[in-house]
């Protein structure tokens, strides 16, 4: 699951910075911070499982969440 923070992201102390790509199957820092948390509103899915994820947390909002990935396709 790939996506990227349109916003700062407040995790515990810890600020992640807008732009960051989070990755479920890196080992960078920001990933490993945020590892089981819900992926936030206004990330951007950048593969079909974090939309899916960002869909079942936000059902009532699909018509605001963006596929930012099937662009590249």
Known sequence: MRYRLSQSWRVGAVRCPSGVVIDA????????LVKGKTIPFNAVPLDAEAYEAQLKEFPDAKHLLSG?????Q
């Open 25 to 32: 199957s890196a080992n960078d820092y920001w990933s490993r």
């Open 68 to 72: 930012g990935w099937e662009d590249k």
